[in-house]
């Protein structure tokens, strides 16, 4: 058990929908990463906050959006879903700002969309 | 840009048997260097890391040097275990401003036979 949990672990919707991805850090981290795994892309970095601000962003399209709370909790909202948006969701968290610090993931969330 | 090169999976071994899985990569600097593993129904973990060139990262019998030179961080394990299998990540790190995020390989499936 890596310490970060995420919620829904399975999540099914129709195209056009918009669905919200909860993350909630190992204790004392302040980064959260959020990362897309699907079969024809492999893993996919999409955002990163750290002490509730953005600090970097990969491949995360325009209709995906991100935020990190002051409990530090962090979501990730997709929406105007398209079927090409099923994957897996990985939250990840590390203590420290910079990527190459070891990250621990969540066990993600399926999303399928329909 | 950067990017991570791994060798085509699905690997199928007996165990015991020696493994290698060749990871190679290009950047544009002096990337730090990691392997993840992810186990049937869980996150990503990190297995092993090295920072510069001919460091060795070694974690659970598995190890892997970082050469400049060939551009490779190949993963080996000298005797397997049933309980290896999992897919394996290589993934690189550099530190460019407002670019900052872990790149990885498409990932390679790895099965242990009994």
């Known amino acids: 058990d890596s310490g970060v949990t995420q919620t829904p672990k399975h999540l099914i919707t129709a195209t056009g929908q918009r669905v919200t991805l909860r993350c909630s850090p190992r204790?004392?981290?302040?980064?959260v990463y959020w990362y897309q795994q699907s079969l024809d892309q492999g893993l996919q970095f999409l955002i990163q906050y750290y002490n509730g601000e953005e600090r970097a962003k990969g491949n995360i399209l325009e209709r995906f959006s991100a935020q990190q709370f002051p409990d530090l909790h962090s979501e990730l909202n997709l929406s105007s879903l398209e079927l090409g948006d099923s994957a897996l969701y990985f939250c990840?968290?590390?203590?420290?700002?910079?990527?190459?610090?070891?990250?621990?993931f969540g066990p993600g969330t399926r999303l399928t969309v329909l | 840009g950067d990017s991570v090169t791994q060798m085509e999976g699905p690997v199928t071994l007996s165990e015991e048997a020696f493994l290698t899985i060749n990871c190679t990569y290009t950047a544009t600097g002096y990337p730090s260097l990691f392997w993840y593993v992810q186990y049937p129904g869980e996150g990503l973990q990190l297995l092993l890391k090295?920072?510069?060139?001919?460091d060795k990262g070694s974690n659970k019998g598995f190890e892997a040097t970082y050469r400049k030179e060939t551009t490779s961080f190949h993963l080996e394990k000298g005797s397997v275990q049933v309980s290896d299998s999992a897919v394996y990540f290589c993934a690189l790190y550099i530190s460019n401003f407002g670019n900052e995020k872990l790149t990885f390989g498409t990932g390679t499936r790895l099965t242990i036979i009994p």
């Open positions: 090295a920072t510069k060139a001919d």
């Open positions: 204790s004392g981290d302040l980064s």
């Open positions: 990840a968290s590390s203590s420290l700002a910079g990527a190459n610090n070891e990250q621990f």
